[in-house]
């Protein structure tokens, strides 16, 4: 088995690993390829995890809400009617479920009597109409993805595409987001298309895209920051054979060692805030969980205290946020010192519900509890007021539930806060001119940039021109006619003349081209044959004055000797400006060629 990049668990590779050398007499054996020293080093560890049989623990989830208001229709559907106390004995055989009690067979029902599903009479639970609709549509808890068309609300030219969880949570008209390396703003979304205009300037974030990543635990993750401090303090010869014990080759080892020694003294009990700029990235070996839960709450904190918006974003290693450059970072050491743990859960209730990641999670949730139909137009739904409507329902609690099982550990979070209070884990601030090695690992992937027509224009421009270059042109001899040769644009001679007969009047075309010229005295020519032959014959003659600039030129669809002569004419002197001409150009022929005679 061959595994590209960190596992992230030790579970997941020993799952992986296993797969091969499935014979009694045979050893499971995998390699790790990794793109980059953290990935390594992270590797490392896991190897060394699976090798002392330590594997992360299983977080089973806790008695989930959308799975039991299906199961009561589910039953009701095999038996026809119950009381509450037949779906309390009945759920309580199961392991997740065993601790309920009435009050949670209570919410439940209420809930589903609420949204017309079911109803009761005499104490006895019964279907309604909607029930075997809802029972049939929802039989899987994995979320169905959609995907949205991007148009130009002009030209209707397909741009890109977007998934629903992005659309779900970011798109509404006049919001701006960039596609296709180009900042567009939203007009309407009609079904599944999302129509949009160009926006000439924007400051934004360059696209990424993680997608659902294992969480990396903290008994991985500190076994990371201790071996990163082994490491940080042995001599090369002694820190490679130390990484070479965790299964690495010679090679590996050294690069994982010169990019801690370019790193901060990173251990397992401390925090270290360093500053660059703008940039804070603390670093804070905690696993992806705790550290999604302490970005958000320095954020937040952040956030009131500068009356600013402070985005941030973690990984197990570390924590990236941008603030004002001048703004002291003592600030959050003292606050981090001071955070009461008692007043944690309702912060977090208070705040995670209007992140990008609830919403996602109570649209999904929403469906599978019959609140939001699967084929719904989201253009249509409100979601911000279908939560407020909803807040404190199982639909509600359970999104709530997933973000804290899935993303937020808040009991690990509230561990080391109270690690913070007693000192049993340090906290140190760091200045620098640049960021240490460490630090860019995340801060680089955050990086905004003025995304604007100009610089998008140079690099339009180039690949407009490598793709100019590729085309084929036929040379031929407008005298004799006995020569022609076919040449990429990007070999064409900057001057040739006719083997046959000398001449230099050479025309640049297409072998169509060369048969219309050859057979024109043969044929009754049309009127718009007399224009190609013309403008055939004035190709030559701008290859005798331009040479191999004007075979570029007369390569490009839609642009005939006349547009040609002009673009030469004027820009042929500066390289740049003449292609963006025949690129402009080529656009002006593509959007209007349907109108073409």
Known sequence: VIQYNSPRQALKLAQRVGRAGHREDTISRGHIICSNPMDALESCVLSKMIGEGILEPTNIFRPCLDVAAHQVVGLLIEYRTATKEDLLKFFRRSYIYRNID????????????????IGIDNRRLFLRRRAWRYYYSNI??????????????????????????????????????ICSAKPWRVVSVDGDTILVEPVSRYIGEIPRWD?????????????????????????KESAIRILMAHGVNRYTAERIYLMIKRSLDIGPYKIIIEKCMGDVVIHAPFGSKINEGLGLLISSFLSGYL?????????PYRIHLEIPSGQDIEIIKTMLRSTVSENIRPFFEKYVTYSRLFKWRFLNVARRMGIISKDADLSLVDLDRIIERYRGTPP??????????????????????????????????????ELSEGARYIAERDKTRIINDKEMEIELVTIFKKRTLERRVTLFCTNCMDYRETFTVKNVPESLKCPKCGSHMLAVGTEDD????????????????????????????????????????????????????????????????????????????????????
């Open 307 to 315: 009356n600013k918006n402070i985005n941030y974003r973690s990984d």
């Open 102 to 117: 009435i009050d949670f067979i209570d919410e439940i029902v209420d809930f589903l009597i609420h949204i017309r599903i």
């Open 396 to 433: 509600f609690k359970e999104a709530l539930n997933e973000v804290f099982h899935d993303k937020i550990d808040l009991p690990g979070l509230l561990r080391i806060l109270d690690k913070i209070d007693k000192d049993k884990i340090d906290i140190e601030l760091i200045y620098r001119d």
């Open 140 to 177: 899987s808890t994995i979320p169905d993805q959609r995907t949205f068309r991007v148009r130009h609300v002009v030209t209707g030219q397909e741009i890109g595409h977007l998934d629903e969880e992005f659309v779900a949570s970011n798109i509404s008209p006049d919001r701006v987001f």
């Open 211 to 235: 997608g659902e990543l294992i969480p990396v635990e903290p008994v991985a993750s500190l076994r990371v920051a201790e071996l990163h401090e082994e490491v940080k303090k042995s001599n």
């Open 514 to 597: 060369w048969k219309l010229l050859r057979n024109q005295n043969r044929l009754k020519i049309k009127k718009d044959e007399k224009h190609r032959i013309d403008s055939i014959l004035n190709s030559a003659v701008l290859y005798r004055n331009f040479g191999q600039l004007a075979a570029i030129a007369l390569s490009v669809p839609g642009i005939g000797s006349r547009t040609a002569a002009r673009i030469l004419h004027h820009t042929h002197r500066d390289e740049m400006r003449f292609f963006r001409e025949l690129f402009e150009a080529e656009k002006r022929f593509f959007r209007t060629r349907q109108y073409w005679s």
